[in-house]
Each structure stands twice: as C-alpha cells, then as structure tokens.
C-alpha cells in the first residue's frame, strides 16, 4: 500500500518508523513518503498561508502549494490516483469502518492542514480527478492534521493482510466487524494467575472455551452499557441471545424489544 503525506511539519512522522509500521515499510508492505509542503512554495520566506477572505481570526492555507504539491505526488496525466484524506474538524467520523475502507484502497495521500484549514478550492480542485475524504477524529480539535494522520494511518495499516503477526488478532477488536461489532473489548489477563492478592476469574482458567467466550461477552456488554450507552443502541436486536438480554438487563439497560431500536 502506497502512503503519501504532505505537511509543514514532516518530522512529526518520525514515529512510523518504529515498531509494527517500521516493519511494515522495511519488508515492503507499506510505501510512505512523507512531503514538506514548503517545497512547493516559490517565496523567500516558504509562505503557506495567508489571511481570510471575509475577515475572521487565523490563517488559511494557500491553494497554490497545494496544487502544485497534488500535482507532482499524484500528476492529472497518470493513471493511477490516490485518495486524498484530508483530517478536519468537520469531516466524517473516523471509524473502524472507514480504517477497513482505507485499507482496502492501494494508495492514501493525506494532506495535513494547519491554521483554520486549505483553501476549498483545493478540495475542489483535487476531487474533479481524485476521490476525497474529509475526516474528523472526533469533536475535538487539534492544531493540525498531522497527529490524525498518524492516529488514522496506524488504524489503517494494522488491518493492511501481512502488517500484524496474527490476522486473528484485528477480529476481537472493539468495533471489529462480527460478533464484537458496536461492543467495547472486556477486560484481558495474563499470567501470574495470583498478583498481590488479586486472581485472575477462575473461569479464564477453566479451559471451557465456550464459557470463555460467554463471560468475554457478557464482559464486553457491560462494558459498553456503562461507557457507550450510544453503541448498545446501535446493535442488531437480532444478533442478542437471551443470555445477552439477561445481562444487560443486569448491567442496567433496557432490554425489552422495542425500547433497543429507540
Ligand atoms: N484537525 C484538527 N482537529 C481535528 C480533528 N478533531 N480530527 C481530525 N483532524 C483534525
């Protein structure tokens, strides 16, 4: 998978090259290349940005290194095109739908902005001949996209065949698609089974994988009743069994038909 990047800041990416995406770009699995923005200004001073048009506080970054940049890193005459992931405040929702989607696709370009954000013309600009996703990592805002990119291209790369050692391990994910789709991750142990006074549940212990898997869920219902209320209401009423029922009953929340699908 190709990953380009274009920032002011391009030291911000030194993390990928530790740990699991280090690896990922030394065998080859992942491409990135990480641009200075400023390479495609022509002034003495490498300016970037400028003031509003119609007035208001902060800066907006300038069309014309922009353009050039999408220019040289995806040219209109070449075949191939990325899609352009531009992070915002007022994008779509990061999710782990959306990472699945990216991850999917053979060549990401994120366009990091700064100050109040990229002149719209660029988004316009770069959509007549390249699809493009404004994406939002939540109702926060950061100083600039960069961080976004690294949260949004770990997310990514972890799902990318090949990244991690063990593709079982992306399945029980919070929010992975499946049977723990819409639930948070209960809780994990390991060994010692006794530390400082404090067991491991006897039942991770008891090797009855079927009872395992029926306390990590209940785990995980009770989990997500008490911290996402909001994901609870979003599952598949038809994917509860009774025991399902039983314990979020327990763990507090409606569980009678109706009131789910409110
Ligand atoms: N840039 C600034 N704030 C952001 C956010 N919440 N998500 C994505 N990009 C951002």
């Known amino acids: 998978m190709k990953l380009d990047i274009v920032s002011i800041f391009p030291e911000y990416f030194a993390p990928l090259e530790v740990s699991l995406l280090g690896k990922a770009r030394r065998t080859g699995l992942l491409d990135v290349r990480v641009h200075d923005l400023r390479r495609w200004t022509h002034d003495r001073h490498n300016t970037v940005d400028d003031t509003p048009y119609g007035g208001g506080p902060g800066m907006v970054m300038k069309p014309e290194p922009w353009g050039e940049a999408l220019d040289a890193i995806a040219p209109p005459s070449g075949g191939a095109v990325p899609r352009l992931v531009v992070p915002t405040p007022s994008g779509r929702p990061f999710t782990q739908v959306m990472a699945a989607e990216f991850a999917a696709e053979p060549w990401l370009l994120f366009a990091c902005g700064r100050y109040e954000g990229i002149d719209r013309r660029v988004y316009d600009e770069a959509a007549a001949r390249m699809p493009v996703t ?8 950061l100083a600039g996209g960069e961080v976004a990119v690294l949260v949004m291209i770990e997310a990514v790369s972890r799902l990318v065949p090949g990244v991690l050692g063990n593709t079982d391990s992306v399945t029980d994910d919070s929010f992975a698609p499946g049977a723990m789709e819409s639930l948070l991750e209960g809780p994990v142990f390991t060994k010692p089974p006794l530390w400082r006074d404090r067991p491991v549940p006897e039942i991770l212990l008891s090797g009855n994988h079927g009872a395992i898997a029926r306390w990590r869920r209940d785990q995980a219902l009770r989990r997500t009743a008490r911290y996402r209320p909001d ?12 025991h399902d029922l039983a314990t979020l009953a327990d763990a507090g929340f409606p569980v009678d038909g109706e009131d789910m699908a409110d």
């Open 134 to 141: 404004e994406v939002s990592l939540g109702d926060f805002v």
């Open 231 to 242: 994901l609870l209401a979003r599952l598949d009423r038809a994917a509860l069994d009774k």
